[in-house]
């Protein structure tokens, strides 16, 4: 049992991660009609602290000093990963398709390398510089739909920019999750995370709600909410981890791209999305960008 859980089951559970960690774009597309993005994104974290709170309660009150110290960091943490990275698919999810949203955030590892060049002086090679312009032409192609004049007219689907800024977001959080080290345990910083998180969407939360659009507290919101706050939130996150720990990052950084594969059947089991042929231009173009400015680099999370 023991060499089964050592040896196997990260492998395993590096297939099945994704799985959840892309039930985020069923909530981006299906939750809508029920639920306001922003009250969702809102809600969906504020229930991921209420539910890991008790667990981390008493740890974090002997850390107050910690956290106290972190603070600000712990804030733009939670606006880049729960925020943006948050309200932004369910935005997205509006205007753009389930296919769309999974291959334009696989772009997230190109972001990833590029701000880290820009904030934290790593170097860039020839190499990684034709990855990344391959990768950000696969990306556009996508958000263009292989036309042109679309880009020419600067007539594109709003949601696809939505998803552009939420992977930005996302890279964004990675690099100051690597950069910023912490002495707090891991899940006492998620629980932080998953706070401020909440806190960065609140004023967001309340100019919907008064302004765009109510939110009603029925069934409908809080099988939604809930479900984000578990599948895509602390299942994913607790495999993430498990498995990065077992693995490294760099393996565990596939996920990303199962992620991709995921999301494809999720938008034709749930929505009806049909695969295009600048679907398979631009995920080529993705994949083999991302292959090009990875090689022989790794960032740990």
């Known amino acids: 049992m023991n060499s089964f859980k050592d040896n196997y089951l990260p492998l395993v559970l590096l297939f099945i991660q994704p799985i959840f960690m892309a039930s985020n774009l069923i909530v981006a597309r299906g939750g809508i009609e029920f639920v306001p993005p922003i009250s969702l994104a809102f809600?969906?974290?504020?229930?991921?602290f209420m539910i890991l709170l008790p667990f981390t309660y008493f740890?974090?009150?002997?850390?107050?000093?910690?956290?106290?110290?972190?603070?600000?960091?712990?804030f733009f943490l939670g606006a880049m990963g729960?925020?943006?990275?948050?309200?932004?698919?369910?935005?997205?999810?509006?205007t753009t398709t389930v296919t769309n949203m999974g291959i334009i955030y696989t772009s997230s590892p190109i972001f990833i390398?590029?701000?880290?060049?820009?904030?934290?002086?790593?170097?860039?090679?020839?190499?990684?510089?034709?990855?990344?312009?391959?990768?950000?032409?696969?990306?556009?192609?996508?958000?263009?739909?292989?036309?042109?004049?679309l880009l020419l007219n600067l007539n594109f689907t709003i949601g696809d920019i939505w998803m552009l800024a939420a992977s930005i977001g996302w890279a964004l959080y990675s690099v100051y999750l690597f950069y910023w080290k912490s002495n707090l345990p891991i899940f006492q910083r998620?629980?932080?995370?998953?706070?401020?998180?909440?806190?960065?969407?609140?004023?967001?939360?309340?100019?919907?709600?008064?302004?765009?659009?109510k939110t009603f507290f029925n069934s409908d919101f809080f099988v939604w909410t809930i479900f984000a706050a578990v599948s895509p939130g602390i299942i994913a996150f607790s495999?993430?981890?498990?498995?990065?720990?077992?693995?490294?990052?760099?393996?565990?950084?596939f996920t990303l791209y199962i992620f991709t594969i995921y999301a494809?059947?999720?938008?034709?089991?749930?929505?009806?999305?049909?695969?295009?042929?600048y679907h398979y231009v631009g995920t080529a173009l993705v994949f083999f960008g991302v292959y090009l400015a990875k090689k022989n680099y790794e960032i740990k999370t």
């Not at 729960?82 to 509006?94: H, R, S």
């Not at 401020?196 to 709600?209: D, N, R």
């Not at 494809?264 to 042929?277: P, S």
């Open 59 to 74: 740890p974090l009150k002997k850390n107050f000093k910690i956290l106290v110290k972190e603070y600000k960091k712990l």
């Open 264 to 277: 494809a059947i999720y938008g034709f089991l749930f929505f009806n999305e049909k695969l295009e042929t």
């Open 43 to 48: 809600w969906r974290w504020a229930i991921v």
């Open 190 to 213: 998620f629980t932080l995370v998953a706070f401020f998180g909440a806190v960065s969407l609140l004023p967001f939360y309340v100019f919907e709600e008064i302004m765009i659009k």
């Open 239 to 253: 495999m993430y981890t498990y498995v990065q720990k077992k693995l490294g990052a760099s393996l565990t950084g």
């Open 82 to 94: 729960c925020g943006i990275c948050g309200a932004f698919p369910f935005l997205a999810g509006e």
């Open 113 to 149: 390398i590029l701000i880290s060049a820009i904030f934290f002086s790593e170097k860039i090679s020839l190499t990684k510089m034709i990855g990344l312009i391959t990768c950000l032409l696969g990306v556009l192609l996508i958000i263009i739909k292989g036309d042109i004049d």
